[in-house]
Structure formats: structure tokens, C-alpha cells
């Protein structure tokens, strides 16, 4: 009978609802935590952490000139203009299929990752490393913003236009967002704008974020 009972009540649409909604809130508090704890270890140091250093020394024998120039064409699609534009192309096609509310929720997550993450820039105000020759920025460097964009624009851009496709496409579009996410961050390290863990900063704030959107979408479509 306790069985019978419990057996039932899962197949409840609340109770599936929010069996589908745990992992992917369980998700973007552990990115949550885990961005708190090195926005703490960042602040404590002040300059580069021996995983930075280790990073920079290893990427240092293959800084040559062509590749710095590939990876700055690289690291164009991760600015706030080439997620704004992706996302303008990428809503005026859900525009046409009637998914405004999916395209609210894009823009959404990526207007709170942006601002989220210069809060950070500015309370954590990190220094930037050492630039090579020809590239220099100048907001501080923790979190690394592009990463920030490319994860929260690029990851839920590709969500949201493959979530109803067949699962080759699924496949595919998660794929191809991961490569150009993977590689305009370490461009951002390749370039010597940013430290390592000023990326990775970035990619656990954006995690959180487009988990956050996840969970708007699926929850918008169980209604």
C-alpha cells in the first residue's frame, strides 16, 4: 500500500515538475557557491594565484604572432556587441515562431549576468596581468566578461533553439555552443587579458545564470 501510494504520487504533474527542476537548481547553487568561495580566494590575493601563473607559463611558448591574431578574432565573438547581435538574429527567428516569452527569458539571463558581473569587476577590482604587446583593457579583471557573455549568451542561445529539435540537432547545437564558449574564454588567457581564474570566475557566474534560465523555460512550458 505505502508503495501504491508513493508510486502515484509521482506520476502527479507537480511532483514530475519538480523532480525536473531539482538537478538544474541543485546545478546553480553549487556554481553559485563555487564563484563565492573564489571571489573570496581573488580577493585575498590581490595579484595572480599559482594556478594563474602556472597557466601563463604554459601557454607562454606559443604565443606566437599568428596565433595571438587568430585567437583576437576569436575573442571578438564574446563582446558584448557579438552576443547582442547573435541574440537579435537569434530572437527575431523565435519572433517568428511566437516564442516571445523564450526570447524575454534570454535576454533576461543575459542582462543579469552582465550586470552581476561588473558588480563583481568593481567590488573585487582585480588588477589585470602583465599585457603582451598590442592588447590592453581597462575595467578590472575579475570576472573575465567575456566569458560571462559567451557562456550566458552563446550556451542559452543554443538551449533555446535546439530544446524542441531532434536529439542529433540537440546534440550538435551543444557542441558547437561548448567549443565557442571554451574558445573565446581561453582566448581571453592566450591574449594575456585576463588570469585563468578570472575565465573560470566567469564561466560559474554565467552557469548560474543560464541554469536560472533553463529553469524559467522548463518552467514556462509545464504551464
Same mark, same amino acid.
Given at each position: 500500500m505505502p508503495a501504491t501510494f508513493l508510486d502515484s504520487g509521482l506520476h502527479r504533474p507537480?511532483?514530475?515538475?519538480? =523532480? /525536473? %527542476? $531539482? !538537478?538544474?537548481?541543485? /546545478?546553480? +547553487? &553549487?556554481?553559485?557557491?563555487? &564563484?563565492l568561495l573564489l571571489c573570496v580566494q581573488v580577493g585575498g590575493s590581490r595579484g595572480a594565484l599559482p594556478f594563474d601563473e602556472a597557466a601563463a607559463a604554459l601557454l607562454s611558448p606559443y604565443r606566437s604572432p599568428g596565433l595571438l591574431a587568430s585567437f583576437a578574432l576569436l575573442t571578438v565573438l564574446g563582446s558584448g556587441n557579438g552576443v547582442v547581435l547573435a541574440g537579435a538574429l537569434a530572437s527575431a527567428c523565435l519572433a517568428l515562431q511566437r516564442r516571445w516569452r523564450l526570447a524575454a527569458v534570454f535576454w533576461g539571463v543575459l542582462a543579469c549576468s552582465g550586470v552581476s558581473a561588473w558588480a563583481v569587476k568593481?567590488?573585487? =577590482?582585480r588588477p589585470r596581468p602583465e599585457f603582451i604587446e598590442g592588447f590592453a583593457a581597462s575595467s578590472p579583471s575579475? !570576472? $573575465?566578461s567575456h566569458a560571462v557573455a559567451a557562456l550566458a549568451?552563446?550556451?542559452? +542561445? =543554443?538551449?533555446?533553439? #535546439? *530544446?524542441?529539435? *531532434? !536529439? =542529433?540537432? *540537440? %546534440? +550538435?547545437?551543444a557542441v558547437a555552443a561548448t567549443l565557442l564558449v571554451v574558445l573565446v574564454a581561453g582566448s581571453r588567457v592566450m591574449l594575456g587579458l585576463h588570469h585563468a581564474s578570472d575565465v573560470i570566475g566567469g564561466l560559474l557566474l554565467a552557469g548560474c545564470w543560464f541554469?536560472?534560465?533553463?529553469? #524559467? #523555460?522548463?518552467?514556462?512550458? $509545464?504551464?
Amino acid at each position: 500500500m505505502p508503495a501504491t501510494f508513493l508510486d502515484s504520487g509521482l506520476h502527479r504533474p507537480a511532483l514530475r515538475v519538480r =523532480a /525536473a %527542476w $531539482s !538537478p538544474l537548481l541543485a /546545478a546553480s +547553487l &553549487f556554481c553559485a557557491v563555487l &564563484f563565492l568561495l573564489l571571489c573570496v580566494q581573488v580577493g585575498g590575493s590581490r595579484g595572480a594565484l599559482p594556478f594563474d601563473e602556472a597557466a601563463a607559463a604554459l601557454l607562454s611558448p606559443y604565443r606566437s604572432p599568428g596565433l595571438l591574431a587568430s585567437f583576437a578574432l576569436l575573442t571578438v565573438l564574446g563582446s558584448g556587441n557579438g552576443v547582442v547581435l547573435a541574440g537579435a538574429l537569434a530572437s527575431a527567428c523565435l519572433a517568428l515562431q511566437r516564442r516571445w516569452r523564450l526570447a524575454a527569458v534570454f535576454w533576461g539571463v543575459l542582462a543579469c549576468s552582465g550586470v552581476s558581473a561588473w558588480a563583481v569587476k568593481v567590488l573585487v =577590482a582585480r588588477p589585470r596581468p602583465e599585457f603582451i604587446e598590442g592588447f590592453a583593457a581597462s575595467s578590472p579583471s575579475f !570576472p $573575465s566578461s567575456h566569458a560571462v557573455a559567451a557562456l550566458a549568451g552563446y550556451g542559452f +542561445l =543554443a538551449y533555446v533553439l #535546439a *530544446r524542441d529539435a *531532434r !536529439p =542529433a540537432t *540537440r %546534440w +550538435l547545437a551543444a557542441v558547437a555552443a561548448t567549443l565557442l564558449v571554451v574558445l573565446v574564454a581561453g582566448s581571453r588567457v592566450m591574449l594575456g587579458l585576463h588570469h585563468a581564474s578570472d575565465v573560470i570566475g566567469g564561466l560559474l557566474l554565467a552557469g548560474c545564470w543560464f541554469l536560472a534560465g533553463v529553469l #524559467a #523555460a522548463r518552467r514556462m512550458s $509545464s504551464r
